[in-house]
Nanobody, 122 residues
Framework: QVQLVESGGGLVQPGGSLRLSCAASADIFGSMTLAWYRQAPGQQREWVAAITGGGNTLYAYSVKGRYTISRDNAKNMAYLQMNSLQPQDAAVYYC????????????????WGQGTQVTVSS
């Protein structure tokens, strides 16, 4: 089981940027797919972005062009750069590490962090 710790959340004005970080405990991190999810109050958890061990990236339509997912396997770190943030982006953001071939991102697979709060408000 990989232990994950997110950081970098906070309060930002509409149009602003934040960079989330996800620190992983295990050296097997490099072989795993990393994903970011978010959950707003009263809503279901939503997949946001993913990056495979080989560096291939995939984004939800709602964030494509505004968010960038990346990873540094040497440091066991993953990142989510969020630009042009809007109030609808406000949520608790979660990091997820899953084995390759885990299937749809709608499925609960792998390990989860505790989440970091992102608030977008003027």
């Amino acid at each position: 089981q990989v232990q994950l710790v997110e950081s970098g959340g906070g309060l930002v004005q509409p149009g602003g940027s934040l960079r989330l970080s996800c620190a992983a405990s295990a050296d097997i991190f490099g072989s795993m797919t990393l994903a970011w999810y978010r959950q707003a109050p009263g809503q279901q958890r939503e997949w946001v972005a993913a990056i495979t061990g080989g560096g291939n990236t995939l984004y939800a339509y709602s964030v494509k062009g505004r968010y960038t997912i990346s990873r540094d396997n040497a440091k066991n770190m993953a990142y989510l750069q969020m630009n042009s943030l809007q109030p609808q982006d406000a949520a608790v953001y979660y990091c997820n590490a899953r084995p390759p071939g885990s299937g749809s991102y709608a499925l609960d697979r792998g390990s989860w962090g505790q989440g970091t709060q992102v608030t977008v408000s003027s």
